[in-house]
Nanobody, 125 residues
Framework: VQLQASGGGSVQTGGSLRLSCVVS???????ISWFRQAPGKEREAISC?????GDTYYAASVKGRFTISGDSTVYLQMNQLKPEDTGVYYC???????????????????????WGQGTLVTVSS
């Protein structure tokens, strides 16, 4: 499984960016998540999508502003960006043998076995 992330950049507060994650080599089911590591903070999952039914999950910090979509390429549309959205964004894949459910979250980071390279997002005030 290979993941390739792109789309980061620098924007001002209120701006938009779209991140892309090209997914290749998968069979069966999986969850694709976007993680964010802000400066001085731990990496956290901010959104994920299930391959089985397209169900999505958003962390409270991004809900209503970010939209995840896609399958072979997973996008993260980020609107109304804030300075606190600044960080390195990673896409990652969690394989599953049964249709994954993301209603309550994206699963533990330790379950993810494939990671794309990080892409930097900088939001200035």
């Amino acid at each position: 499984v290979q993941l390739q992330a792109s789309g980061g950049g620098s924007v001002q507060t209120g701006g938009s960016l779209r991140l892309s994650c090209v997914v290749s080599g998968f069979i069966n089911y999986y969850v694709i998540s976007w993680f964010r590591q802000a400066p001085g903070k731990e990496r956290e999952a901010i959104s994920c999508i299930s391959s089985s039914d397209g169900d999505t999950y958003y962390a409270a910090s991004v809900k209503g502003r970010f939209t995840i979509s896609g399958d072979s390429t997973v996008y993260l549309q980020m609107n109304q960006l804030k300075p606190e959205d600044t960080g390195v964004y990673y896409c990652a894949a969690l394989p599953a043998y049964l249709p994954p459910v993301v209603t309550d979250g994206c699963g533990d980071e330790s379950q993810y076995n494939s990671w794309g390279q990080g892409t930097l997002v900088t939001v200035s005030s």
